[in-house]
């Protein structure tokens, strides 16, 4: 072993060994680079610069502020608060709307549609699609059939308050379960509505009467609906969760009591108008893509 | 100090005792913070506990490694609000043991899911994700359609109120009838359901059928929940809106 003063310097490196000596082998004691040694040097001074400055230190119940005084939910509230106020210049007009002025007004619809397009993806996609055609159970918001009429203070009212949820204000679809009809009843009339469905219907006296008797009050009579309670045509193939026998057979038996979420709390004031505006003209658009 | 070091090397139980003393301090700092986590995370006034049936869909949600790919926290960021709504604040996660932050999105954030979507939609997506939303690359849980078991419950509860979740003991003992009662719109149990827990959680089929009791009218319930066991977190909204 060797003492601590005895330096002995590798000819070949030209640097120090360990001073050990294993049968004749000695370990070089090469030094940590010097880029090393000054990125620790550099990370060390920040770290005491940014305790000096930014919030860094727990003491007790409270912490050290630091002298910039930054607070990253107050920085986020700011830059969203700069996002919201950019976004006024264009998105203003949408509060109290007058839809038929935007119609013609196509600054508006250059600026705001392609926003709108981006909260649609956002918000209403998962359910309606990425254009708006819908899946089963899900309505089409491309086409021309609307349970509530497709004007964009309707659809505003929908997105507003929801179907068949918790608000006040809600819209309501509720087809009750006819389960306690005799189940040769419920075949003639699931038979007989899948035949309104595609304009086929034979006169069959005890299926009509039936459908008089106890769907005619919602859908109409013959099935044309339009009555606005929710219930939809019948003879238009617009019934949202299909309109095959064994489909009709189960709303029959189970009803149906789709829900469209409120979005009231979710979305401005100003998005849900921007938004019904958007939706009102996907079927305008569909169709024009068709021609 | 590198001069230090070296001499250091040299004295093996010195250098032990540094190295203990240079990795505590890492401990410490992190450690530290949490003698005084009662006092400096306020818990929100109106917050409320899961109820058993939310925290069954809790369970699941672990088990089903959803944390994995979700994460429940809305982040102080702008573009986080734009997208999320209010940032997540320490105290709406009082009640969570253990919490579910997470730190990885694969697929969105869920901290203020509840309610965005219908029942119908969640049951649809859990079971087959590409029927709903085509794009997507969330695995299928179509076994979540089974039968829930309840027989855990009153012990969970009862952990949980060992752990500081205001659950009474007329809560624990009836925690798997409470279960079933708020999936159960019709059923008698519903009264007491409604004593224990008040107005705000919701009683509906989550699966969309009352008659069965699964694992998915659980995390449905669940889900439904998330963000909306405190109003207190609007008030971040509020005050942008302004």
């Not at chain 1, 000695?26 to 090393?36: A, D, G, Q, R, S």
């Not at chain 2, 005792?17 to 005084?36: D, H, N, R, W, Y």
């Not at chain 2, 604040?89 to 965005?116: C, F, N, V």
């Not at chain 2, 027989?151 to 279960?179: F, K, N, R």
């Amino acid at each position: 072993m060797s003492k601590h003063s005895h330096r002995e310097i590798d000819p070949v490196t030209g640097h120090e060994t360990t001073g050990h000596d294993w049968n004749g082998i000695k370990e070089l004691n090469t030094p940590l680079p010097k880029i090393v040694i000054w990125a620790l040097i550099l990370t060390f001074v920040y770290s005491v610069i940014a305790w000096i400055l930014l919030p860094a230190w727990p003491i007790g119940r409270d912490y050290t502020r630091g002298l910039l005084g930054l607070d990253q939910s107050d920085i986020a509230l700011e830059d969203y608060r700069a996002l919201a106020t950019k976004r006024q210049d264009w998105l203003q007009p949408f509060e109290n709307v007058d839809f038929s002025a935007l119609q013609a007004d196509d600054v508006w619809q250059n600026n705001a549609l392609p926003a709108a397009q981006r909260l649609f993806e956002d918000n209403c996609a998962v359910c309606h699609g990425m254009q708006g055609r819908g899946i089963q159970g899900f309505p089409v918001l491309s086409d021309e059939t609307w349970l509530w009429s497709g004007t964009p203070e309707e659809i505003a009212q929908t997105i507003r308050y929801g179907i068949n949820t918790d608000s006040a204000d809600t819209r309501y679809a509720e087809m009750p379960s006819f389960n306690w009809m005799e189940r040769p009843d419920r075949v003639a009339l699931a038979e007989y509505v899948v035949l309104l469905g595609d304009g086929s219907v034979k006169p069959n006296a005890a299926a009509a009467t039936l459908f008089s008797e106890n769907c005619a009050a919602c859908h109409g009579e013959a099935g044309i609906g339009g009555l606005e309670n929710g219930a939809p045509a019948l003879n238009d193939s617009s019934v949202i969760y299909g309109q095959d026998f064994s489909t009709v057979m189960q709303t029959l038996w189970s009803g149906r009591q789709g829900v469209m979420p409120a979005w009231t709390d979710r979305l401005t004031q100003a998005e849900i108008n921007l938004l019904a505006f958007y939706v009102s003209r996907l079927g305008a658009d569909e169709k024009q893509v068709a021609q | 100090m590198l001069k230090l070091h070296y001499n250091l090397e040299r004295v093996s139980m010195g250098l032990v005792a540094a190295i203990i003393i240079a990795a505590s301090v890492g401990g410490i700092v992190e450690i530290a913070p949490l003698f005084t986590i009662d006092e400096t995370v306020e818990v929100p006034d109106d917050l409320r506990p899961h109820t058993p049936l939310e925290l069954a869909g809790r369970e699941i949600f672990i088990r089903e490694g959803c944390y994995a790919c979700h994460s429940q926290m809305v982040r102080s960021l702008a573009d986080e609000i734009d997208r999320y709504g209010p940032y997540s604040q320490a105290g709406e996660s009082a009640y969570d043991h253990p919490m579910l932050w997470g730190s990885k999105r694969t697929g969105p954030d869920l901290a203020r899911i509840g309610g965005k979507y219908s029942d119908e939609w969640h049951v649809r997506h859990l079971i087959d994700p590409r029927s709903v939303v085509p794009a997507s690359i969330m695995p299928a849980y179509p076994w979540l359609l089974k039968s829930l078991d309840t027989d855990l419950l009153t012990d969970s509860l009862a952990t949980l109120s060992e752990l500081g979740v205001p659950y009474s003991d007329e809560m624990i003992t009836s925690a798997a009838s409470d279960a079933l009662a708020q999936s159960r719109p019709d059923s008698n149990e519903t009264d007491g359901f409604r004593a224990r827990y008040e107005e705000r959680p919701a009683i509906r089929a989550f699966d969309g059928d009352p008659a069965r009791l699964t694992e998915m009218d659980a995390l449905v319930a669940y889900l439904q929940a998330l963000g909306t066991l405190t109003v207190v977190s609007e008030t971040v909204v509020v005050e942008v809106d302004e």
